[in-house]
């Protein structure tokens, strides 16, 4: 079973392949399309700026790929930036389209008493569909965030998970074979690394 993880120049690649490997799957980071649409589930990483980052993909011609990718029933997982890249949009530094694979928006944090910005740091998983496939068989326990935007899903049944930061905040997200996780699975400890594990076995099913 083979993981393609994109590579469009800005993601957390080698910390991503790592854990893969560590579950016992190929990784493949790369940005070849065929490569890309003949591996068995798609990973899509990001840090930094959602604007730069579908900029990027969209050079590439990445953005068409990983929409391919999703359209063709491939488990696709974003990470982090990749997670908010799902959605419609975004406002960080502007209005950015995103690939529009979940409805929904990404916004920043408001200002509140006590809470910092950036979020960082490990919140605790709420889960509020435990019966879907990527939580199937876990605990609700601390995964570790590190961001200043986060999305709000037009369809409150796309939502897996949430934390609390002053207020509800999406954390999983999934709609049928596309999923997203806020936070970093590989830096998560047991937890992040069961999610991700829940996630690469969904290709098996298919298989």
């Known amino acids: 079973m083979t993981v393609a993880i994109v590579d469009y120049g800005m ?15 190929e990784s493949l980071v790369t940005g070849d399309r065929g490569q890309i649409l003949a591996a068995d589930s798609v990973i899509l990483p990001g840090v930094g700026a959602f604007g730069d980052a579908m900029a990027h993909l969209r050079e590439s011609g990445l953005d068409l790929v990983v929409k391919e990718a999703a359209a063709g029933g491939q488990p696709l997982l974003g990470i982090c930036l ?50 879907n496939p990527l939580l199937s068989g876990l605990e609700e326990g601390h995964v570790y965030f590190v961001h200043s935007y986060h999305a709000l899903a037009e369809q409150e049944g796309d939502v897996l998970a949430v934390t609390d930061y002053g207020h509800p905040v999406t954390a999983v997200v999934g709609r049928d074979n596309v999923y997203g996780m806020q936070f970093h699975p590989e830096k ?18 298919r298989a």
């Open 11 to 25: 993601g957390n690649l080698h910390s991503v392949s790592k854990a893969v490997e560590r579950l016992g799957y």
């Open 188 to 205: 998560s400890g047991e937890l992040g690394i069961m999610l991700l594990g829940n996630f690469l076995k969904l290709q098996e099913e």
């Open 82 to 131: 990749g997670m908010q890249l799902l959605f419609t949009g975004s406002e960080e530094h502007g209005v950015h389209d995103g690939l529009d694979l979940l409805p929904g928006s990404v916004v920043r944090f408001a200002p509140r008493d006590g809470y910092k910005v950036p979020h960082m740091g490990w919140n605790r998983l709420s889960f509020r569909q435990p019966q």
